[in-house]
């Protein structure tokens, strides 16, 4: 009988790049006769000893294909009275997460139905706290948006907040939800998630990457102004007022949503050396599995870039002019089904 790999254990190789080791992959349940078994089904490939690799390209449409099966789950096995909700709920509105589930999470009233092979959080829903998506029962967007932001860590959260404000959803409404919810696990967390929420981020690994720097007591960045200067313009994922210090994230998928650039690897070292040789900044850059796997570790980084002399006493050069783009329209204007 065939096996499958876990979407868990998927998801995880994925953040490291689409490759894992042996020790890694017994440390998440694989054991060597499950490993042998997967290879020979080409569900993984080995690329040497004690090394094993993704089949094929992991990129945009390995994770459509992962929503559209955890989707799909959710759609065959709901039932009437509950709603997708949580990390479900952001996907159902097309949200990013900051990984998928290993089952559908949905929200069910007290004393419902449960529903087997879902994951599902029983609490109260009012009429105005459901929409229907796609044909899909789901919490509204701020509702959903609260709801990641109770069950996850900050970090974490803040991948599927940054994501709603951007679409339009009120910053307000989640409070007054939050508020409405009273006095429940996580309330306190989710209020500094909301607080922190920025809809200027774009994309989920600046996202992450800011929440683990600011639960480590980084100070706030702004994200993605524009910087203007002797007639170029570049726009960095996050800066840090009051210092010559800026931030990128780095991560594959940044670059796949370049590709109107010949080279994007080249134009992201243009900037970098634009920043610090024209305007005298520094830039601190990560990526998505140091936040992940070693965030203590880069935010040490930073304080140790934060406390050079030279972006302590850094000074805009005359002529420079940092703008902010506007805030996108309001999601109640959208389609809904």
Same mark, same amino acid.
């Given at each position: /009988? ?32 499950? *490993?042998? +078994? ?10 040497? %000893? ?15 294909? *992962?929503?559209?099966?955890?989707? /799909?789950? *959710? ?10 909700? *949580?990390?479900?709920?952001? /996907? ?13 999470? !949905? ?30 029962? !789901?919490?509204? &967007? ?27 959803? +009120? %910053?307000?409404? /989640?409070?007054? #939800? ?5 006095? #429940? ?73 370049? %590709? ?9 070292? !243009? ?15 990560? &990526?998505? +599995? ?17 406390? %050079? ?26 389609? +809904?089904?």
């Amino acid at each position: /009988m065939p096996i499958h790999l876990p979407p868990r254990v998927r998801s995880r190789i994925f953040d490291l790049g689409g490759g894992a080791t042996t020790g890694q992959l017994h440390a998440w349940g694989l054991s060597t006769g499950k *490993l042998e +078994r997967l290879v020979r089904d080409g569900q993984l490939i080995r690329v040497t %000893r004690g090394c094993y690799r993704l089949p094929g390209t992991a990129g945009d449409d390995y994770w459509a294909k *992962l929503r559209s099966d955890h989707l /799909m789950c *959710l759609a065959s096995q709901i039932t009437v009275d509950a709603a997708a909700g *949580l990390r479900t709920g952001a /996907m159902v509105w097309g949200l990013p997460v900051s990984d998928i589930p290993a089952h559908p999470e !949905v929200i069910r009233p007290p004393r419902s139905h449960r529903p087997r092979g879902l994951r599902t959080v029983c609490t109260a829903l009012s009429t105005e706290d459901v929409v229907t998506v796609n044909g899909i029962a !789901v919490t509204t &967007i701020e509702r959903t948006a609260v709801d990641v932001a109770v069950d996850l860590p900050i970090p974490q959260a803040l991948v599927t907040l940054d994501a709603a404000l951007r679409r339009g959803a +009120r %910053r307000d409404l /989640m409070l007054a #939800i939050l508020q409405r919810r009273g006095r #429940i696990a996580g309330a306190s967390k989710a209020r500094q998630a909301i607080g922190w929420a920025d809809p200027f981020a774009e994309s989920a690994v600046e996202s992450r990457g800011r929440g683990e720097l600011l639960v480590r007591g980084v100070p706030r960045p702004e994200c993605n102004l524009t910087f203007k200067f002797q007639g170029e313009v570049f726009r960095p994922d996050d800066y840090w007022k009051g210092l010559g210090l800026t931030g990128e994230a780095d991560g594959r998928g940044k670059y796949d949503r370049e %590709r109107w650039v010949e080279n994007p690897l080249w134009e992201e070292r !243009v900037r970098h050396q634009w920043f610090e040789d024209e305007l005298g900044m520094k830039v601190f850059r990560w &990526i998505d +599995r140091e936040m992940r796997l070693t965030p203590d570790a880069a935010a040490a980084r930073w304080r140790r870039l934060a406390s %050079r002399p030279e972006v302590q006493l850094w000074v805009p050069p005359a002529g420079l002019v940092i703008a902010r783009k506007p805030l996108p329209p309001r999601y109640e204007s959208w389609p +809904r089904n």
